[in-house]
Structures are given as C-alpha cells and as structure tokens.
C-alpha cells in the first residue's frame, strides 16, 4: 500500500476507517522499529507519522502518535534537540485544511470551525513525538497544561495550521517528563498560545 503524495494526505485525513481497521492495522503493529539512527532525522513525512502510530518508529510500548482522524498533523517540517526559544529542542508541524475535514461537519452545523481542543491536542502529540524521537521509553500520556489562550478560529476558508514546539525541560529517569510551550497559527497568523504543557512516557501506566 503507498502513501505517497496527495493519496496519503487524501484518503488519510478524508477516509481514514478504511486504512485504519482489520488485517492490514494489526500486520502494521507487529512490524520492528525502525533503526535506532531515527533521531538523526529532522523531519517527517506523514508515511513516518502513520508508522509512529502503529508502533513502527520508536517501537511498541513507546510513543505512538493517534491515528486519523485524530492525528492532527500531515508532516513534522523540523525537530531538534538544541533550537527554540530556551536551548531545549523545538519542532515545527503543519496541517493542510480542506473544507471536508471531519471535524468541520459536525462543529458546527451551518457554522463549521475546528475545535479548540484539537489545536492543544496536536501540540501535546507534538511533545509525546519529541520524547519519543529523544529515546524515551513506555507510553506516552498528556499531564496537564498551565495556560491556554485563543485569540482565533480555524474555518474551511483557511488553508495551513503550523504549529511550533519550544521544549523548556526534559527530564528522563524512570518516568520521562517533557515541559513546553507551544504556538497554532492558521495562514501565518498566531490564534493559540500554551504555556507549560507536560507530557510524560510510562513503562506501566499504572504508574500514572
């Protein structure tokens, strides 16, 4: 099966159910993680984020990105480990907005926008990513958030989300702890500001 090009980003955020059930999610899941050289890598094409969510990138039992319709990025323009706003490492992601997105069919009916929630969710899938990418191990959990604030919306009209990643502390001992801020800007424009996002990964999650 490709993903290449306009297929993936059409039938995965369009018609993701036929891509993400039966034999072929359960054949993914069992595959081996990639090389151990995957932290040299700075970027990620949406093939690389679907094989994150499917346990192919940093392994089973590690971080995993959601699925479609739930992952809320198409690609992971830049990584690294000393950039961004505090030294601590920074990421760059995009989501291409189309008007048959699935979210703007029910939120709201005769007055479509993105929700809110959705916009912090990519952000704290973009800090459960960085642990990931860092070598962290076990499964990753969002934690909590300090601020939120939206200063603007997400309608059909619109054509890019990016999202920017700074990293302020990582903390990797029995429980990995990532700290960060984050920006969600629609067509250059800033419209969500967080503050102190924690995500950690768990060996067991009943360590939570």
Not at 75 to 91: F, M
Not at 167 to 195: H, P
């Amino acid at each position: 099966m490709s993903f290449r090009n306009n297929l993936a980003s059409k039938r995965y955020f369009e018609r993701p159910r036929e891509f993400c059930t039966g034999t072929e999610m359960n054949g993914l899941a069992t595959s081996e993680p990639l090389s151990k050289g995957f932290t040299n890598k700075n970027s990620f094409v949406l093939e690389d984020l679907i094989n994150c969510a499917n346990g192919k990138l940093f392994g089973l039992g590690n971080a995993q990105l959601p699925t479609p319709p739930m992952l809320m990025f198409n690609r992971i323009t830049h990584i690294n480990s000393e950039g961004g706003a505090y030294g601590k490492g920074q990421l760059d992601a995009e989501l291409d907005i189309k008007p048959d997105l699935w979210f703007f069919e029910c939120h709201f009916v005769n007055d479509p926008v993105m929700p809110g929630c959705l916009g912090l969710d990519a952000l704290w899938q973009l800090v459960g990513f960085y642990l990931g990418w860092t070598g962290a191990s076990g499964r990753g959990r969002a934690l909590g958030v300090g601020e939120v604030k939206f200063t603007g919306q997400v309608t059909p009209e619109n054509k890019l989300v990016s999202y920017h990643v700074d990293i302020r502390r990582v903390i990797n001992r029995q429980v990995a702890l990532a700290i960060a801020d984050g920006t969600m800007s629609v067509d250059g424009e800033i419209v969500y500001g967080v503050k102190n996002m924690k995500v950690g990964t768990f060996l067991s999650t009943d360590d939570m």
